[in-house]
């Protein structure tokens, strides 16, 4: 992890798990309703996709998302726009419906891609 990153693990309300392991992750999926797949380098664990199936909502930068495709309109941001993220968390948090409507946004994408892949091996 970069020292930048670091510095925010200071934070009482942040989190770091700078070698993360299988079981530790698995905790996670299930206690998190977010994924921020702003890692600037590889993906760990197929992560995008297991916050998917785990329905957590996928947000990110436009340039550090590793599987465009599944997120909606509304979750990415360029990196210079994180605040804005930031607020849009902080108002979807406020909102269980909100929330919900996304979710569901992003199951049906994952569903036409599905159907996509399947209608071409036909």
Known sequence: MSD?????????????????SREALDTLWNRCDFY????HRYEIYDAVNAAHHNNLLIMGFENTLHHRELLV??????????????????????????????????QIKKIEI???VLKSEE
């Open 73 to 106: 309109n509304g979750c990415i941001y360029p990196e210079q726009e994180y605040k804005k993220m930031v607020l849009v968390i902080e108002y979807i948090l406020k909102s269980s419906v909100l929330m919900q409507k996304l979710l569901l946004a992003q």
């Open 36 to 39: 921020l797949d702003i890692n």
């Open 4 to 20: 930048k990153l670091n510095q925010l693990g200071k934070r009482e309300n942040v989190k770091l798990y700078p070698c993360v």
């Open 114 to 116: 599905w159907k996509s």
